[in-house]
């Protein structure tokens, strides 16, 4: 007879699944009673809490962003510049890639002020190109994160990627709040701006438009020249005059 694993069974169990609650049912009642007592060894391992990871490092200073944003340093939170580091690592910025992120960023969300669009979304209820097929998605998905990503079809792929369900569960709010940076590199990585970004390397203002323009959809895009002041102040900082 073979050997099973008790991990396997904990990976696949389905609790719909009326067989597999009557086994774990006989199990329990097949198993000495001192296993299933709370202080029990395997019950307190299996309680134990993990170790919260280690903070990634911060590749520019809050003092570099409150300049870049034109906000206060004070008011970035560890949490804050910690997405920003995971969505810097995810994507594999370089400094280059950096700057034209931060400039979009700066003027999508009026220098970090709004994670989440102004509008309530209502204008975007029905837009099957952005996955809206529900009644109430158009405000439940509406610009989320500092780029205002928008619509439920970025959600759901976002949520699919980093493993967490409440990002499409909850939707915005809760995206916003938790994964500012991190859903906006997601949209920026799966649009390929890296390619669009290592291709400017001048940064002059008519290259700044044109990522702007692959940002916004139009071009001159909106707000094009406080895309560049924000880039401006992005590529000093960064790069150097």
Known sequence: MSKISLSDFFRFFDDNNVNQREAVVLLESMMPKTLLMDKSAWVLKYREK???????????TKEQMGYIMQCSSDKLSGDLMNDYARCVADCEMDVLEQVYFLGQVGHESAGLQYPIEIHDGSNYEGRDDLGNSEPGWGVKYAGTGFIQ???????????ESIGDPKVFEL????TAEKYPW?????????????????????????????VGA?????MRPNGADDRIAYTDRAYRTLIGV
């Open 50 to 60: 993990l170790d919260a990871p280690p903070a990634p490092s911060w590749p520019i």
């Open 149 to 159: 990503v928008t619509g439920a079809y970025w959600h759901r792929l976002f949520a």
């Open 171 to 174: 939707g915005k709010t809760y």
């Open 182 to 210: 991190s859903i906006s590199a997601f949209w920026w990585k799966q649009n390929s701006m890296k390619d669009m970004c290592t291709a400017r390397k001048e940064c002059t203002n008519a290259q700044i438009d044109e």
């Open 214 to 218: 692959r940002v916004n959809g139009r």
